[in-house]
């Protein structure tokens, strides 16, 4: 883990620390007792204020205490949370949900973790998990990159999904990316033997760089067509369902003409 873990502080960004007191090296990423980082690291996400409606608030103030909780350093007990032992799947940079509830729905036997920093969307997915009834998701607030690190043990997961991840267009801007080697190692370790990666993109250029690096990872082999595996979409045999509603986001995108590229990787041994 510690070796996954070093090959990810490859996105922190050093900054200088005070300049007389410390007496050991911060790692990257290391937080204070407060919480928060001692000094921060390249993020994959912009930093975005909303508000919530008064029933988002409601709803939210129903719900999150028993169906999200804020990202932290300690590990996740999946199955106390859920109340049973099922497949973990975790969906990253979940938005307003509609894959995650979709997909939700149609695999009542999965559970499913929807990781995201942006609140306003997380309290469109709690309004919808409560107006649904939707007993098989929890949500984490906070970036998913320390939940991989921190929060999820080595061969844990049943699939990882990825939709539409910032494709960060200018060049300078591409070291913010979420899917670089680092990340791929991380979530190849967090899968089990078997698990799949499942990214959607729309973005032609970040289409090549998943391509290139996922091909890179040597745990990771291709299960479609834009993978390098065989033509289509796994079949019955998959552990998890590959079906996704088109979300706002992915409707903005066909409407502007872009090329969706589907990724699907398994972990191998
Ligand atoms: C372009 S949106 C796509 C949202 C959604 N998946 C969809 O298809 O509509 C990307 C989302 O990922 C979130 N995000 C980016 N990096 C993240 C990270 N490291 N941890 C959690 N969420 C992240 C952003 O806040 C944003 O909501």
Request: charge should be neutral.
């Amino acid at each position: 883990m510690d070796a996954v873990n070093d090959a990810a502080n490859h996105t922190a960004e050093s900054v200088p620390g005070p300049p007389s007191t410390a007496t050991a090296p911060l790692e990257a990423g290391r937080r204070s007792p407060t919480g928060s980082r001692l000094y921060p690291r390249v993020t994959s996400f912009r930093s975005r204020r909303g508000a919530l409606t008064p029933n988002q608030r409601q709803s939210w103030e129903r719900m999150w205490p028993s169906i999200g909780r804020e990202v932290g350093d300690e590990p996740l007990d999946a199955e106390a949370w859920f109340g049973r032992r099922a497949p973990l799947v975790i969906e990253i940079g979940c938005g307003t949900g509609t894959a995650t509830a979709a997909m939700a729905q149609a695999e009542p036997h999965v559970d499913l973790i929807g990781i995201e920093v942006y609140q306003p969307g997380l309290a469109q997915l709690v309004q919808r998990i409560e107006r649904d009834g939707i007993g098989n998701i929890r949500l984490l607030r906070g970036d998913a990159v320390d939940v991989l690190e921190h929060m999820i043990a080595p061969d844990s997961l049943t699939g990882v999904r990825v939709f539409f991840p910032d494709p960060w267009p200018k060049s300078r801007h591409h070291k913010r990316r979420l899917l670089q080697p680092a990340t791929f190692a991380l979530i190849a370790d967090r899968l089990i033997t078997g698990g799949v990666l499942h990214v959607a993109t729309d973005h032609a250029g970040y289409a090549g760089h998943i391509a290139e690096v996922g091909a890179a990872q040597p745990r990771l082999i291709g299960l479609n067509e834009a993978t390098g595996g065989a033509g289509g979409a796994p079949g019955a045999d998959a552990p998890i369902g590959f079906e996704r509603p088109v979300t706002k986001f992915e409707g903005k995108a066909h409407r502007a003409g872009s090329a969706i590229t589907e990724f699907i990787w398994g972990k191998i041994k």
